[in-house]
């Protein structure tokens, strides 16, 4: 397990690095308000995928397993194709209505943003399935250097075009479709015997197969869709009752917590493939998601209260026009820690195929996300977003956890977190509204560290364990039931 997780970690790992050498570079030449603009340009692009894919991509993912490896490809095959085949009609809607669109991610009426994102539309979808790929197959390097690649060139594009073009959004905007492309040529290239042209004979078990796929991927639809709102929630309100300069601050401040971003990304790329199979093998196999669950919180909420202590160093690399994120970063730290830790314990829902509970955990924490910006973003702006955001994100975690439980009975050790939480809880509410000494926020961490030292020693203990069966010559990657 912790072998696997590395593969898929590591390039997240380096393209987190190259981000942190390159951020500085970028927020020298691009002004908060293009980041802004970008940053809207981004959450448009994820709405549209919502509706586009259909959940397909989901339902890909569970079915994968359970085709026989002959037939996977035929699987993936006609799941492409119905998503892209939706595209196509989908995208006639949005030149339909570009002016509206142009208007909400930019403020003006341009046609050009509108053709560069259907653009985008179409190479995102195409990515989604040629790197799921590479996930249900579980090749961690291939989908590592896909991630370090795609980071190279996004800071590569995004600096040129703005040092000798234009210092605007279309720099961050160009880089995304570029790196669109080349992880599609990466993946294809890599899996390409998997991607050979299958024709699909539509019998039966294969009508029966497009009936579960599309019973168990278009519940999801409206799912994901509030999804969206609730995750895009922060910067609709912003761009509702502020301005373009307290978009681009927020999304500065996301880039301060690149590091857990980028361990929830690792994570989710590993853990959904790897929680499947271990279900399809066991059902009862609760023992492994439980200390699934130990390890993640430990780490997270470790590195989040260490993020959270240092905030105001790493925000000097930043231009100075950006200094005003380091207030606005101590509650985004919930948004990858709560999402993580519901993603250990929130996937009894998707084993009993209850993706309806899925949608009620995110329509209650969405109302909260809903009724917290809407009261704190007129008032304290981009802080206020933050805050209402990441209590609404840790409500997400409690539903989805109440529900998941009832249905897979795993026994998770949320109770040895509860105090931890509240500490950095504490250390988030005082960074962002008070002026606080370091110091304080030492204690903070140390108060972390002390209350879940018995986790850090059994993590050790497992990690020693790895190390010895790879010392002595053991194929088999650590089983975390021990």
């Known amino acids: 397990m912790i072998k696997l997780f590395i593969k898929f970690s590591y390039g997240n790992w380096l393209a987190a690095l190259i981000s942190f050498f390159t951020t500085p570079i970028i927020t020298l030449l691009i002004l908060p308000d293009e980041f802004g603009k970008a940053s809207l340009f981004t959450l448009a692009l994820n709405f549209i995928l919502q509706i586009v894919l259909l959940g397909v991509d989901q339902g890909c993912m569970r079915f994968f397993y359970s085709e026989k490896e002959e037939d996977r490809n035929k699987l993936v095959w006609l799941c492409t194709l119905i998503a892209v085949g939706w595209t196509v009609f989908f995208s006639f809607f949005l030149l339909l209505f570009w002016k509206k669109l142009s208007v909400f991610i930019t403020g003006t009426e341009n046609v050009k943003i509108v053709l560069l994102l259907v653009v985008c539309v179409y190479l995102s979808v195409i990515e989604r399935f040629v790197t799921t790929v590479v996930r249900m197959q579980q090749n961690g390097n291939v989908f590592s250097v896909i991630r370090i690649v795609n980071s190279c060139i996004t800071a590569f594009v995004v600096i040129v075009y703005a040092k000798y073009v234009s210092p605007d959004f279309y720099a961050i905007v160009y880089s995304s479709c570029i790196a669109l492309l080349v992880s599609i040529l990466i993946s294809i290239l890599y899996e390409r015997k998997f991607w050979r042209f299958a024709m699909y004979d539509f019998d039966e078990k294969s009508r029966n197969l497009l009936r579960d796929i599309f ?41 301060i917590i690149a590091v857990l971003t980028i361990v929830q990304t690792g994570f989710s790329n590993f853990w959904v493939p790897v929680a499947l199979e271990t279900y399809e093998k066991d059902n009862y ?3 492994f998601f439980e200390n699934a669950f130990k390890i993640i919180a430990t780490v997270m909420l470790s590195m989040a209260a260490g993020l959270i202590l240092f905030r105001n160093v790493i925000v000097l690399l930043f231009a100075s026009s950006y200094r005003e994120a380091a207030c606005i970063m101590p509650f985004l730290v919930f ?57 609404a994100f840790t409500v997400y975690f409690i539903v989805r956890t109440f529900f998941s439980v009832r249905l897979f009975p795993a026994h998770y050790p949320v109770k040895n977190v509860v ?34 030292k018995s986790n850090f020693f059994e993590i050790a203990g497992w990690l020693k364990t790895e190390l010895k069966k790879k010392n002595n010559g053991s194929g088999e990657s650590y089983n975390t039931e021990q």
């Open 419 to 452: 105090f931890p939480f509240i500490v950095l809880f504490v250390m988030a509410f005082v960074n962002t509204f008070l002026d606080v000494a370091w110091w304080l926020n030492c204690i903070g961490v140390v108060i972390i560290f002390f209350s879940m």
């Open 335 to 391: 948004i990858p820690v709560m999402y993580i830790l519901s993603e250990t314990t929130g996937y009894g829902i998707g084993f009993k195929k209850k993706t309806y509970l899925g949608g009620i955990a995110l329509v209650i924490a969405s109302v909260v996300n809903l009724a917290g910006n809407y009261f704190l973003t007129p008032a304290y702006g981009a802080r206020g977003a933050a805050f209402a955001t990441g209590i």
């Open 215 to 255: 019973k168990y991927s278009l519940p999801l639809v409206p799912i994901f869709i509030i999804a969206w709102l609730f995750e895009g929630m922060d910067k609709i309100a912003l761009s509702t009752f502020s301005n373009f300069k307290e978009i681009g601050l927020y999304t500065a401040a996301s880039k």
């Open 285 to 287: 196999n609760y023992v």
